[in-house]
């Protein structure tokens, strides 16, 4: 059953879930305290655990837990995390949904891994790792057959939805822009919107993180000692790889940075999948779909506009996305 309010969270209930899970070999939780976080789409809080004196096992002392009104997430830590190979995605210790609520309490990685900062970006080596990890997930599910039967099945069409609701809400994002939308850049957004889908590549499809930026991994301190984690699988779904990659790099990388290191990144990717068995795909093709996978990114910040999030990231969005468009050339998909 899905928990619904953070009242429902009692130590009762996580001695049971830990119990089951095999974590809680004896004792039981005798408090929790909560840091709530709660935002438009989900409410989050970080679990403090407080144990009896002969509890025994391997007893967390922080876990994190996320409600949700979608089932997104918790769909992918019901059906598809136990496939992962690797620590992609925390340990998850409970995850249940129902027709309008969801959760997943996963665990709280403190120790060994840290957030990034909410506007800098990475050093290379923490970026060298995001593509690491994007390309083992994207090798793992490469043309997979149950794309086309189970998994697809619970996956949502991101890019339809991203397309639906910025061609419906296109003329409210110019009125709000006025004159600093330029002609021309409002131009561009008419040709995107106008030519979808026929600017999308039709290589082979994957499982995709679908929000790789970069809020969405959790640093290793050591990155020699431990690979980073995977968080926040809400948007999930299938398509082509490069695009993960397309929104990593091209949707947060102003033009001086992502023209130092957008190619050799393209590169390592490509090179990690060769390196994990993934034989049929030329770097051409791989190049060539990144940069039609960066047409589809112009369209969040309208998204994004729409839904009310900050001019902070959606403007910021719309000048990386609008960059690359120009810098690689993609008009020539249109």
């Given at each position: 059953?899905s ?5 429902e ?6 001695t049971?879930?830990?119990t ?7 004792g039981q ?6 840091t709530?976080d709660?935002n ?5 809080a970080?679990?403090l655990?407080?144990y009896?004196?002969?509890?025994h096992?391997?007893?967390?002392k922080r876990?994190?837990?996320k409600?949700?009104?979608r ?6 830590y019901?059906?598809?995390a136990p ?8 340990i998850c210790?409970?995850v ?14 403190e120790r060994?891994?840290?957030?990034g ?7 290379i080596?923490y970026h060298?790792?995001?593509v ?8 793992q599910f ?9 998994i ?7 890019p339809a939805?991203s ?7 296109f ?8 004159e600093?939308l330029?002609?021309s850049?409002?131009?561009t957004y008419e040709?995107?919107l106008g030519h979808y889908p ?15 930026h970069?809020?969405?991994?959790l640093?290793?301190?050591d990155?020699?000692a431990?690979?980073?984690?995977l968080i926040?699988?809400?948007e ?13 790099i091209?949707?947060?990388c102003y033009p001086e940075?992502?023209a130092?290191?957008?190619r ?11 390196a994990?068995g993934?034989?049929?795909?030329a770097?051409?093709?791989c190049w060539?779909?990144y940069?039609r996978m960066?047409?589809?990114q ?5 998204v994004?506009?729409h ?6 990231v959606?403007w910021?969005?719309l000048?990386?996305t609008?960059?690359a468009f120009e810098d690689?050339?993609?008009e020539?998909?249109?």
């Amino acid at each position: 059953m899905s928990v619904r309010t953070f009242n429902e969270i009692t130590p009762a209930w996580l001695t049971a879930i830990l119990t089951e899970r095999g974590s809680l070999i004896a004792g039981q939780v005798l408090h929790v305290g909560q840091t709530r976080d709660p935002n438009p789409i989900t409410q989050n809080a970080t679990l403090l655990l407080t144990y009896s004196p002969d509890a025994h096992g391997v007893c967390p002392k922080r876990l994190f837990f996320k409600h949700s009104s979608r089932a997104t997430e918790a769909k992918f830590y019901q059906k598809i995390a136990p496939m992962l190979t690797g620590p992609m995605a925390p340990i998850c210790y409970d995850v249940q949904h129902d027709d309008t609520n969801s959760h997943v309490l996963v665990a709280y990685i403190e120790r060994t891994h840290f957030a990034g900062p909410e506007a800098l970006p990475m050093p290379i080596v923490y970026h060298e790792m995001i593509v690491d990890a994007l390309a083992d997930l994207h090798s793992q599910f490469w043309d997979h057959l149950r794309l086309r039967q189970d998994i697809g099945a619970l996956a949502h069409d991101v890019p339809a939805f991203s397309f639906a609701m910025a061609s419906q809400h296109f003329a409210a994002f110019v009125d709000t822009l006025g004159e600093r939308l330029s002609a021309s850049r409002r131009g561009t957004y008419e040709r995107i919107l106008g030519h979808y889908p026929g600017y999308r590549p039709s290589g082979p499809k994957t499982l995709v993180h679908g929000d790789a930026h970069w809020g969405n991994f959790l640093y290793p301190h050591d990155p020699t000692a431990h690979k980073l984690y995977l968080i926040d699988w809400a948007e999930w779904h299938v398509n082509l790889g490069v695009g993960d990659l397309a929104y990593n790099i091209a949707l947060q990388c102003y033009p001086e940075r992502r023209a130092r290191i957008e190619r050799p990144l393209i590169r390592r990717y490509h090179k990690r999948l060769l390196a994990d068995g993934i034989h049929d795909y030329a770097w051409e093709q791989c190049w060539e779909e990144y940069r039609r996978m960066v047409i589809e990114q112009c369209l969040w910040p309208i998204v994004w506009h729409h839904f009310d999030l900050s001019p902070n990231v959606w403007w910021f969005a719309l000048e990386c996305t609008l960059a690359a468009f120009e810098d690689l050339g993609c008009e020539e998909f249109l």
